[in-house]
């Protein structure tokens, strides 16, 4: 079962969901969330990677706007708050939060002391920036919005790093997604995997653009990336 504890840094107190793996030591994953805050559907990502033997750990990222945020994708109002929060969100002190989270987890003394990252969305897009500016040990994003903004990161990316995009995503178009490749091609340890057909958010469990088998494969991927790399 999940539980939230908190976080204290110099820049303030945050909220941390974490759900457990049945045996520990363990490796730890941190999962960051999309623009709904740490909602049902990042529970239950969080208890997939459970149930592969990490220890799950879900901050909020949004805790200097709004905290506690968990928002139903299905509603336009809630969208559109989320939306305005992601519109707002300082990318910078972001990633000072999410390595301020990596820290937590290998120090937690149920963690072997490594620690992967991955994300959906803002949290794919978040997952590349933190890779690209700190120390992450193996990444993997889905589907990170905005990416194609922030590419003269990727010459600072040096962790191994993989990539989940739909050939259909709305908000990565496809000469967006070749510059992304082209800005990764001469990362030995970076992969980017290209799902036919599939629209952004096709790993979302409740989402209308829900792709059973792409996603079973995406995460397939994942996991097998992380128990190289972090086992």
Request: hydrophobic fraction near 35%; glycine fraction near 8%.
């Amino acid at each position: 079962m999940g539980e939230y504890r908190e976080l204290t840094t110099a820049e303030g107190t945050f909220s941390v969901y974490i759900d457990w793996p049945g045996k520990v030591p363990s490796p730890a994953v941190v999962v960051l969330h999309e623009i709904f805050g740490i909602n049902k559907d990042m529970r239950e990502s969080c208890r997939e990677f459970a149930e592969q033997g990490f220890i799950a750990l879900c901050p909020d990222l949004f805790w200097r706007k709004e905290r506690g945020l968990d928002l139903n994708h299905w509603s336009e109002d809630e969208w559109k708050k989320g939306l305005s929060l992601y519109q707002s969100y300082d990318f910078a002190l972001g990633v000072h939060d999410v390595e301020a989270v990596l820290t937590m987890a290998r120090s937690l003394p149920e963690c072997n002391g490594k620690a992967g990252l991955t994300g959906y969305c803002l949290g794919g897009l978040m997952t590349f920036l933190t890779s690209a500016r700190s120390q992450v040990t193996a990444a993997a994003a889905y589907y990170g919005g905005g990416t194609q903004n922030y590419l003269s990161d990727a010459k600072t990316l040096k962790s191994p790093f993989i990539m989940h995009l739909g050939t259909e995503d709305e908000y990565i178009s496809s000469d967006d997604q070749a510059k992304i490749r082209d800005a990764l091609k001469g990362h030995d340890n970076a992969t980017i995997y290209s799902y036919p057909g599939c629209a952004h958010a096709f790993t979302r469990h409740t989402g209308t653009r829900y792709d059973e088998a792409a996603a079973k494969l995406a995460n397939t991927r994942t996991y097998q990336f992380f128990h190289q790399f972090l086992n």
